[in-house]
């Protein structure tokens, strides 16, 4: 017989497991993204793995753009200068307004419906964080060591050009495999080898882009990559050499920018700007129907390496950029700009410089020496936020208005602010930054005050946020002292193809932050990283070259 509960034992056991009511399920889907986006993003994360529901409720675009905004948008918008005092409200900065402003990332609210915020988020966030996957995608097996090799980034594609393999355009998205590829010996500059590369990053689109190439006989070529057709077509050929080599070319359809030298020790650089004729209303740049007009040429004895060559074009005028290094008597090195302002016509309508001779420059007795009491070194010791009164040659210099940077063998970098108003250029005395713990090859500014650099053997990969830097004297202490960089930290290393036995085990390892070489593997002391390449909004891509004449992009991914 089942057994039966005694009359005095009518009280109930309390259940093992308390259950509580369920007051979510309830509720309306805008209720429950109004909830959700009071939540921090790694809520958001955790959320998406209760159920179907709140797995799309809680990656709801809407919601995550939210947080983009918040984290990226407004407080990069509260400091740029004037943005609260033109507006007489702070909707400005609020992401409900229509009012607010997203800055460079409006192109990200127009495309609507296909911005991935959530992506776009986790993309960020990585910048910011230093997170990224490291992948070695090898590019040249064998090649002259006395040419330079010459890549430049744009959109996921990276191109390469040297007088061996010819050019090539590589697909870093994906698989990174090779899109197109043809040899120079096709073109008149077959006895010639390449000195400058550029890209046309207006003219330019997913689906074809625009290269031009600069030889040593001063000739150049332009070039149409079809992405879909994988086929380089050859648009112009300058026929006619002028004995002088292209160290820096600029293009932007119809205007092409050259810079050329007679000779190593020659001194005296030659500016010249052409122009494209065009079809009315038209910007095409894969039909150019004869040679350029030459419609201004400018001759300069103070322009030395590194330079940095920019072109920019609006609806009046063109405004044509030279950030250059020079050495002086009392400083060492210093750098200096020159601003060429024309009309469409060509004709020159203002000519500026500036250099960045400070205090520092002023007398000959040597700089006051910082305190060394321990309190006082929030900086490294003999540091200052101001340049000392000696600085090396510049290992490589980066120019993208406002933000000047050069980088220097002594394990710093070395940051000016540019001021370029209608009535005056001037540039700011420099800030020393510092954060690398070794030499410093090659340094890059990008959009939204962003800049990356790398040091000499590649173990040490910064970005850093010069937006804001020098704004206030502790903002300038911060980014100084490098705190306002982030080291770049590779999750894994993928991809990377082996052209000896055990190469890369015996000479590159994945060491704390970065990908650094062994020196004790790598006989003779050859410099493994040639330099920084540049980065997108998803890439860094870093030249290395993993024996003589066998060249390599590291390719750092933070999406």
């Given at each position: 017989?089942?057994?039966?509960?005694?009359?005095?034992?009518?009280?109930?056991?309390?259940?093992?497991?308390?259950?509580?009511?369920?007051?979510?399920?309830?509720?309306?889907?805008?209720?429950?993204?109004?909830?959700?986006s009071y939540?921090?993003?790694?809520?958001?994360?955790?959320?998406?793995?209760l159920?179907?529901?709140?797995?799309?409720?809680?990656?709801?675009?809407?919601?995550?753009?939210?947080?983009?905004?918040?984290r990226?948008?407004?407080?990069?918008?509260?400091r740029?200068?004037?943005?609260?005092?033109?507006?007489?409200?702070?909707?400005?900065?609020?992401?409900?307004?229509?009012?607010s402003?997203?800055?460079?990332?409006?192109?990200?609210?127009?495309?609507?419906?296909?911005?991935?915020w959530k992506?776009?988020?986790?993309?960020?966030?990585?910048?910011s964080?230093?997170?990224?996957?490291?992948?070695?995608?090898?590019?040249?097996?064998?090649?002259?060591?006395?040419?330079?090799?010459?890549?430049?980034?744009h959109?996921?594609?990276?191109?390469?050009?040297?007088?061996?393999?010819?050019?090539?355009?590589?697909?870093?998205r994906g698989?990174?495999?090779?899109?197109?590829?043809?040899?120079?010996?096709?073109?008149?500059?077959?006895?010639?080898?390449?000195?400058?590369?550029?890209?046309?990053?207006?003219?330019?689109?997913?689906?074809?882009?625009?290269?031009i190439?600069?030889?040593?006989?001063?000739?150049?070529?332009?070039?149409?990559?079809?992405?879909?057709?994988?086929?380089?077509?050859?648009?112009?050929?300058?026929?006619?050499?002028?004995?002088?080599?292209?160290?820096?070319?600029?293009?932007?359809?119809?205007?092409?920018?050259?810079?050329?030298?007679?000779?190593?020790?020659?001194v005296?650089?030659?500016?010249?700007?052409?122009?494209?004729?065009?079809?009315?209303?038209?910007?095409?740049?894969?039909?150019?129907?004869?040679?350029?007009?030459?419609?201004?040429?400018?001759?300069s004895?103070?322009?030395?390496?590194?330079?940095?060559?920019?072109?920019?074009?609006?609806?009046?005028?063109?405004?044509?950029?030279?950030?250059?290094?020079?050495?002086?008597?009392?400083?060492?090195?210093?750098?200096?700009?020159?601003?060429?302002?024309?009309?469409?016509?060509?004709?020159?309508?203002?000519?500026?410089?500036?250099?960045?001779?400070g205090?520092?420059?002023?007398?000959?007795?040597?700089?006051?020496?910082?305190?060394?009491?321990?309190?006082?070194?929030?900086?490294?010791p003999?540091?200052?936020?101001?340049?000392?009164?000696?600085?090396?040659?510049?290992?490589?210099?980066?120019?993208?208005?406002?933000?000047?940077?050069?980088?220097?063998?002594?394990?710093?970098?070395?940051?000016?602010?540019?001021?370029?108003?209608?009535?005056?250029?001037?540039?700011?005395?420099?800030?020393?930054?510092?954060?690398?713990?070794?030499?410093v090859?090659?340094?890059h500014?990008?959009?939204?005050?962003?800049?990356?650099?790398?040091?000499?053997?590649?173990?040490?990969?910064?970005?850093?946020?010069?937006?804001?830097?020098?704004s206030?004297?502790?903002?300038?202490?911060?980014?100084?002292?490098?705190?306002?960089?982030?080291?770049?930290r590779?999750?894994?290393?993928?991809?990377?193809?082996s052209?000896?036995?055990?190469?890369?085990?015996?000479?590159?390892?994945?060491?704390?932050?970065?990908?650094?070489?062994?020196?004790?593997?790598?006989?003779?002391?050859a410099?493994?990283?040639?330099g920084?390449?540049?980065?997108?909004?998803?890439?860094?891509?870093?030249?290395?070259?993993?024996?003589?004449?066998?060249?390599?992009?590291?390719?750092?991914?933070?999406?």
């Amino acid at each position: 017989m089942p057994k039966h509960l005694r009359e005095e034992d009518g009280e109930e056991y309390p259940s093992k497991r308390v259950t509580y009511p369920d007051r979510l399920s309830s509720l309306s889907d805008e209720l429950l993204l109004r909830i959700l986006s009071y939540l921090p993003t790694s809520s958001l994360t955790r959320c998406q793995r209760l159920s179907r529901r709140f797995y799309i409720m809680a990656g709801d675009s809407q919601v995550w753009k939210s947080a983009y905004y918040n984290r990226f948008v407004r407080p990069r918008a509260a400091r740029i200068p004037g943005i609260r005092e033109r507006d007489s409200s702070s909707d400005s900065l609020l992401f409900s307004s229509k009012a607010s402003k997203w800055l460079e990332d409006e192109a990200l609210v127009k495309q609507g419906q296909e911005t991935n915020w959530k992506r776009q988020y986790k993309l960020r966030h990585n910048w910011s964080t230093g997170s990224c996957n490291v992948s070695e995608l090898q590019v040249a097996q064998r090649t002259s060591t006395r040419h330079p090799f010459l890549v430049q980034l744009h959109e996921g594609v990276a191109v390469t050009v040297d007088n061996f393999c010819g050019l090539q355009a590589w697909n870093l998205r994906g698989k990174q495999t090779r899109i197109a590829s043809t040899l120079l010996q096709d073109s008149p500059q077959c006895n010639a080898f390449p000195t400058a590369l550029a890209i046309d990053a207006q003219g330019s689109s997913e689906k074809a882009l625009a290269v031009i190439i600069g030889f040593t006989d001063g000739r150049y070529s332009v070039y149409e990559l079809q992405v879909d057709a994988r086929v380089f077509t050859l648009v112009y050929v300058d026929v006619e050499p002028a004995s002088t080599s292209i160290e820096a070319i600029a293009y932007s359809h119809p205007l092409l920018v050259t810079l050329r030298r007679r000779d190593a020790h020659c001194v005296t650089n030659r500016l010249s700007i052409y122009s494209f004729s065009t079809s009315a209303g038209k910007r095409s740049f894969g039909d150019v129907p004869g040679p350029p007009k030459l419609i201004a040429s400018l001759k300069s004895d103070i322009l030395g390496p590194p330079i940095s060559l920019s072109l920019r074009t609006s609806t009046h005028s063109i405004l044509v950029s030279i950030a250059y290094a020079q050495p002086t008597i009392l400083a060492g090195w210093s750098v200096g700009l020159q601003e060429l302002r024309l009309t469409l016509e060509g004709v020159i309508t203002n000519s500026r410089l500036a250099s960045a001779m400070g205090l520092d420059f002023s007398s000959l007795s040597p700089a006051p020496q910082q305190s060394s009491s321990r309190s006082n070194r929030k900086l490294p010791p003999g540091s200052s936020t101001h340049a000392p009164t000696s600085l090396s040659m510049p290992t490589s210099l980066s120019y993208t208005h406002p933000y000047l940077l050069t980088s220097h063998p002594d394990n710093t970098l070395m940051f000016y602010l540019v001021t370029s108003t209608s009535e005056n250029l001037s540039i700011s005395r420099g800030t020393r930054l510092w954060g690398h713990t070794s030499s410093v090859s090659g340094v890059h500014v990008g959009g939204r005050g962003k800049a990356v650099s790398v040091s000499s053997y590649g173990e040490d990969l910064r970005v850093w946020e010069l937006e804001g830097g020098v704004s206030s004297s502790n903002s300038g202490r911060r980014l100084a002292a490098g705190e306002k960089s982030v080291q770049v930290r590779p999750e894994k290393k993928a991809g990377i193809e082996s052209s000896g036995p055990d190469f890369l085990s015996k000479t590159i390892s994945i060491r704390g932050g970065g990908l650094t070489c062994a020196l004790e593997s790598w006989s003779g002391g050859a410099t493994l990283t040639k330099g920084l390449v540049g980065f997108d909004d998803e890439k860094v891509v870093v030249l290395r070259e993993r024996e003589p004449g066998c060249r390599a992009l590291a390719v750092y991914d933070f999406t």
